[in-house]
């Protein structure tokens, strides 16, 4: 049963620092893609932050510059440091895996969301 336990968000100032974290269980994070999306109210989930299997690192625009996203494969788990946070920073962010067999997708899961509050 596959499980990504995701935590490290919380309340915030502009300009501050937090360091999310997605824990895995029954799912390898260096054999998938591990994706942070996030969703603010009444808007679309977007992608924040991908790295592949081959440790291929992607970024949405809006966190290029600002955040980084990490994987430590002896904790089976895909960490996101986000600096110089802003108020639009605010929405509930989620991790993503999507496992492969061979060159093919196979699987994909969600976490349940950590929610993430960037205060002016």
């Known amino acids: 049963q596959v499980q990504l336990v995701e935590s490290g968000g919380g309340l915030v100032q502009a300009g501050g620092s937090l360091r999310l974290s997605c824990a895995a269980s029954?799912?390898?994070?260096?054999?998938?893609?591990v994706g942070w999306y996030r969703q603010a109210p009444g808007k679309e989930r977007e992608l924040v932050a991908a790295?592949?299997?081959?440790?291929?690192?992607n970024y949405g625009d809006s966190a290029k510059g600002r955040f980084t996203i990490s994987r430590d494969n002896s904790k089976n788990t895909v960490h996101l440091q986000m600096n110089s946070l802003k108020p639009e920073d605010t929405a509930v962010y989620y991790c993503?895996?999507?496992?492969?067999?061979?060159?093919?997708?196979?699987?994909?899961?969600w976490g349940q969301g950590t929610p993430v509050t960037v205060s002016s």
């Open positions: 993503n895996v999507a496992t492969f067999s061979g060159l093919f997708p196979r699987d994909a899961f």
């Open positions: 029954g799912v390898i994070c260096s054999t998938s893609n």
């Open positions: 790295i592949s299997r081959f440790g291929i690192t």
